[in-house]
């Protein structure tokens, strides 16, 4: 049976003749019997308005409650028998049966009764509007075609005041506006102001630049700017955000390229580096999600989804509902990679953190618009469904204890990290400063005792105090189980041992297996400083450093054999095997996952970082408990040689895996010679 029922034309508005297909013919309506609507008089309209019972009506197929010639009857002027009859026809098997449900009702609308050998079903949700007396009994709302219409407005509305007047955490403590806003005043011209220290909300937008960057400000034209433009000379977007501005009764709106001059290089970095409080201290941030440039405007006219229900009730009066099918959808919120969002606004790298940084975000997507804060994750269609708020909070991006529970206490950096590779960049050099927002409001959690002795906490993309487990990055996989190519980028953008050194997608591998808890760092291995060339302790060298960044470390360095190039059960072609030298196991083997293509040889070195308690792993996947004398070690850490043009110093080319019985690997680690390391 197809998934793609239409309704009739009359649910559409129409009244006149038509074949619509699926056999029905549509004719004028006749009049109304004298009678109430059999099918109508079912509703439990009233009580669902005086009570919280569940409620639930069931109409059999076979009708034998309702007579089909009063079916029939009705069918030419009510809605809803029309539905019905519609239904029965188009179902057509009389073991079939069309539910209703009642209370967290008018919920799920028409679900098809399973067919034997068949569980494909079709699902109509029932839906109210704002101004409906039985709203609150619907489960849906009916999204209006245009998003900045009344009935739209008066969502976005209600969930802004419920925010400010319920949500403590989202609450805005600092109101100083920034640098420049776009002042809305003396609408319709527009006023570029420079301000100083002055408070009051303004509103942020968020959204794809495209490639038409016809209206920026400038050194030429910020003079013009200032003495105040007409709002029509903008492109759509910034257009739309006017709108929903004024419509929210704002009157200030920061916008980056306006706001910020373009083609200057000191007012970027310096405007770039403020950008973390821009949004945050916004009193909210609109999210132009659907636009993929400027020049489209996000206020599109939305595909209406919905068909006009008008029921009867069982006093005679009239209820104006409607009719949505229900998609296979789950009502998510995330900046998580799994996020439901696939919005052109969503794939593009620096607006991760304006989705995170904000106490408040107003979606506007293709089908509807969506609310995010820190308690609630909220969508047109579905109010009633609060996820409470979203996924990845920054909060949660550093860990909640100092202590080192285990080796992975930054995991949720990590996932927010492996969606952030996976999103866009006009410009590869702009893959630090475009999470550096995020990182300058994570860094302010971070204790003084997780900084290097250069006084550093973050070095270029990994938190020093997470220094064993940052490293161990490796090649994203793909759909296909391949591993995805990293390449190296025609200008440097971040020291060699960084995940933020190759274009394409990273992640961190042993952050996403079982059992991590029983990774630890190898206690001999010192980390002793850090140097962030470009960078100084006061800016944390949060937007990137130059040439010359190095990271120094006292660690065992164990020679290799030259690899054998073998795939791993993926296909993978980068992930190879190869035996250590001068180790007690000479049947001791690695796996190394090279970050570029290429063949292991007798120049590299393994560097172990981190090791596994040895009741953690047993080749071939069976109880650990029970396998008497093969418990294991495993080791893990990165791959490196000698740099060019540096007599003393090194850069990394991969990262490995090995495993020793233990016996053996406690005399492994006894006899490691620690050598003195500096990474480029």
Not at 155 to 173: G, M, P
Not at 455 to 462: E, F, L
Not at 571 to 594: C, R, S, Y
């Amino acid at each position: 049976m197809s998934t793609d029922l239409d309704l009739p034309p009359h649910l559409r508005g129409g009244d006149e003749a038509n074949d619509i297909g699926y056999g029905f013919v549509v004719t004028k309506r006749a009049e109304a019997p004298s009678s109430i609507c059999p099918v109508c008089a079912r509703l439990p309209l009233r009580e669902l308005a005086s009570s919280n019972s569940e409620l639930s009506l069931t109409y059999k197929t076979s009708f034998d409650s309702v007579p089909r010639d009063e079916l029939r009857a009705w069918a030419g002027h009510c809605d809803l028998a029309k539905l019905v009859r519609d239904l029965e026809m188009y179902w057509g098997n009389q073991n079939d049966q069309i539910d209703l449900y009642g209370d967290e009702v008018f919920k799920e609308l028409c679900e098809r009764g399973f067919r034997e050998g068949n569980d494909r079903r079709e699902r109509w949700l029932i839906c109210g509007i704002v101004e409906s007396p039985f709203f609150d009994q619907t489960a849906g709302s009916a999204v209006h075609p245009d998003p900045l219409s009344e009935p739209s407005m008066a969502r976005i509305r209600h969930w802004i005041e419920t925010c400010i007047s319920k949500h403590t955490q989202c609450r805005i403590t600092d109101t100083t506006l920034p640098t420049r806003v776009l002042d809305l005043a003396q609408f319709p011209k527009i006023i570029l102001r420079e301000v100083t220290d002055e408070q009051g909300p303004y509103i942020a937008l968020s959204h794809c630049w495209g490639l038409a960057k016809t209206f920026t400000t400038t050194e030429s034209t910020m003079d013009s700017l200032k003495a105040g433009f007409p709002a029509e000379d903008l492109p759509a977007t910034f257009r739309d955000a006017i709108a929903v501005t004024r419509a929210l009764g704002i009157q200030y709106l920061w916008i980056d390229s306006l706001c910020i001059i373009q083609g200057h290089a000191e007012d970027w970095k310096r405007e770039a580096g403020k950008m973390a409080s821009v949004y945050a201290n916004s009193y909210l941030t609109i999210s132009a999600s659907n636009a993929a440039g400027d020049d489209e405007g996000f206020l599109k006219h939305r595909e209406v989804s919905h068909h006009s229900l008008k029921v009867i009730t069982s006093t005679g009066n009239s209820a104006q509902y409607y009719l949505r099918k229900i998609e296979l959808e789950v009502p998510v919120f995330s900046i998580s990679p799994a996020a439901v969002y696939t919005e052109p606004l969503d794939t593009r790298a620096w607006t991760l953190q304006e989705a995170l940084l904000p106490k408040r975000v107003l979606r506007f997507n293709t089908k509807e618009s969506g609310w995010e804060c820190s308690k609630a994750g909220l969508r047109e269609r579905w109010p009633d469904i609060n996820n409470g708020g979203r996924t990845y909070k920054l909060e949660d991006l550093w860990p909640k204890s100092s202590a080192h529970e285990h080796i992975w206490p930054f995991g949720e950096w990590y996932k927010l990290l492996s969606g952030f590779v996976n999103r866009n960049l006009t410009y590869d050099t702009d893959k630090l400063p475009s999470i550096a927002g995020v990182v300058s409001k994570v860094s302010d959690m971070a204790p003084e005792a997780a900084t290097s002795p250069s006084g550093y906490k973050y070095c270029a993309g990994i938190w020093w105090q997470d220094l064993p487990s940052g490293l161990l990055w490796a090649a994203d996989g793909t759909d296909d189980g391949e591993i995805s190519k990293l390449t190296k980028p025609s200008r440097y953008l971040a020291p060699s041992w960084s995940w933020a050194s190759l274009n394409g997608a990273t992640y961190h591998p042993l952050a996403v297996i079982e059992n991590t808890a029983n990774w630890s760092p190898i206690k001999i291995v010192k980390f002793n400083n850090v140097h962030l060339e470009g960078a100084t302790p006061s800016d944390g060298g949060f937007m990137g450093v130059q040439p010359g960044s190095h990271l120094s470390l006292s660690a065992p360095l164990l020679a290799i054999k030259s690899g054998t190039g073998k795939k791993n059960y993926f296909g993978a072609v980068d992930e190879m095997i190869f035996p250590f030298h001068n180790v007690p196991d000479e049947n001791l083997l690695g796996t190394a996952l090279l970050d570029l293509p290429g063949k292991l040889d007798d120049e590299i070195l393994a560097v172990p970082l981190i090791i596994s308690a040895a009741k953690d792993f047993y080749a071939g996947w069976k109880d650990h408990e029970t396998a008497q004398g093969n418990k294991r070690v495993r080791f893990a850490g990165i791959l490196i040689k000698r740099s060019d043009g540096l007599e003393e110093g090194y850069e990394r080319v991969g990262m490995f895996q090995t495993s020793a019985s233990s016996d053996k690997a406690a005399r492994m680690i006894c006899d490691w010679a620690m050598k003195d390391i500096k990474l480029f």
